[in-house]
């Protein structure tokens, strides 16, 4: 699904307000397929000549925009996983640290949730 700028511009607003709202931002700007964005991990981001760049398989390597290479970069300090998008592990209210996405998560209880907060359609 291709998002207007006003809806990516709704998202990004949502960051830091929402959670996940970044990972959902990421995905959008980024038009990549939810499985992508789970499965992506810290040594799939390269630098190129200053630009920074996602190696999303088979040789492909997706350029970054500055907006989400902030997030980007938040994500590659994170501790305690691989994962560039890792989900929590919270079990009454006790912090068991990072575990992965799955698709189904994601946009379950991520992704479709976000957007009908927004009034995004189709999400």
């Given at each position: 699904?291709?998002?207007?700028?006003?809806?990516?511009?709704?998202?990004?607003?949502?960051?830091?307000r929402?959670?996940?709202?970044?990972?959902?931002?990421?995905?959008c700007a980024l038009g990549i397929r939810p499985g992508v964005l789970v499965a992506l991990k810290k040594t799939d981001v390269?630098?190129?000549?200053?630009?920074?760049?996602?190696d999303i398989g088979d040789g492909r390597g997706l350029p970054v925009s500055p907006q989400v290479r902030e997030i980007i970069e938040l994500r590659l300090?994170?501790?305690?996983?691989?994962?560039l998008f890792p989900r929590a592990d919270i079990r009454r209210r006790v912090w068991l640290g990072?575990?992965?996405?799955?698709?189904?998560?994601?946009?379950?209880?991520?992704?479709?949730?976000?957007?009908?907060?927004?009034?995004?359609a189709g999400g």
């Open positions: 699904m291709a998002f207007t700028e006003r809806e990516l511009k709704r998202i990004q607003g949502a960051i830091g929402e959670d996940y709202a970044d990972y959902v931002y990421a995905q390269r630098m190129e000549g200053g630009q920074m760049v996602l300090e994170q501790p305690g996983t691989e994962l990072w575990k992965p996405l799955t698709v189904y998560y994601y946009n379950r209880y991520i992704f479709r949730p976000l957007m009908e907060k927004l009034g995004i």
